[in-house]
T-cell receptor, first 117, second 110 residues
Framework: GAVVSQHPSRVICKSGTSVKIECRSLDFQATTMFWYRQFPKQSLMLMATSNEGSKATYEQGVEKDKFLINHASLTLSTLTVTSAHPEDSSFYIC?????????????FGPGTRLLVL | DAKTTQPNSMESNEEEPVHLPCNHSTISGTDYIHWYRQLPSQGPEYVIHGLTSNVNNRMASLAIAEDRKSSTLILHRATLRDAAVYYC???????????FGKGTHLIIQP
């Protein structure tokens, strides 16, 4: 199946700093990528849809100025958590859909564990 | 997004078949049925998906009811590595993100 990678796999930062998480589709092109987060013992929640070459669309309740998304190429989307606070500590997961097969399923990255002290 | 209903947890024995049910009575004609599974501290792993016909792959089989209001994921011979949370999700493809429910926590007994 298609491979999606994320970097870093885990990050610890101080409150008030910004953290960038990368999501890459390794063997396919993705015009659309998605960002989710998952709090302990909860299910994944969609945060935003990242569109190559255009602005991301955010789900209700997700602050676009706090979670900056850039999708500069067909294989890379980045999520920057700005001025991170302890409540932003979570498991962040991206997914991507193959541009050549838009009706097919999404493929997920391994996730990034963020801990804000 | 159309909603799915799954049992919170199921238990099975190693090397036996497992049938994981999912109800989706409000499914629309264009919704695909996707199954993913997630191990602790990992991203969801694609298992299988289908639209109307039953589907088979190396991981599992997907049996879809004729009226499409329910489906069953079948693991033919469970192993300990199949212990995970299994999510049944409806999606129309295109630019839609996926709405995850609570899934079914599958426990495999040795």
């Amino acid at each position: 199946g298609a491979v999606v990678s994320q970097h870093p796999s885990r990050v610890i930062c101080k409150s008030g700093t910004s953290v960038k998480i990368e999501c890459r589709s390794l063997d396919f092109q993705a015009t659309t990528m998605f960002w989710y987060r998952q709090f302990p013992k909860q299910s994944l929640m969609l945060m935003a849809t990242s569109n190559e070459g255009s602005k991301a669309t955010y789900e209700q309740g997700v602050e676009k100025d706090k979670f900056l998304i850039n999708h500069a190429s067909l294989t890379l989307s980045t999520l920057t958590v700005t001025s991170a606070h302890p409540e932003d500590s979570s498991f962040y997961i991206c997914s991507a859909r193959d541009a050549q097969r838009p009706q097919e399923t999404q493929y997920f990255g391994p996730g990034t564990r963020l801990l804000v002290l | 997004d159309a909603k799915t209903t799954q049992p919170n947890s199921m238990e099975s024995n190693e090397e036996e078949p497992v049938h994981l049910p999912c109800n989706h009575s409000t499914i629309s004609g264009t919704d695909y049925i996707h199954w993913y599974r997630q191990l602790p501290s990992q991203g969801p792993e694609y298992v299988i998906h289908g639209l109307t016909s039953n589907v088979n792959n190396r991981m599992a089989s997907l049996a879809i009811a004729e009226d499409r209001k329910s489906s069953t994921l079948i693991l033919h011979r469970a192993t300990l590595r199949d212990a995970a949370v299994y999510y049944c999700i409806l999606g129309g493809g295109g630019a839609d993100g996926l709405t995850f429910g609570k899934g079914t926590h599958l426990i495999i007994q040795p």
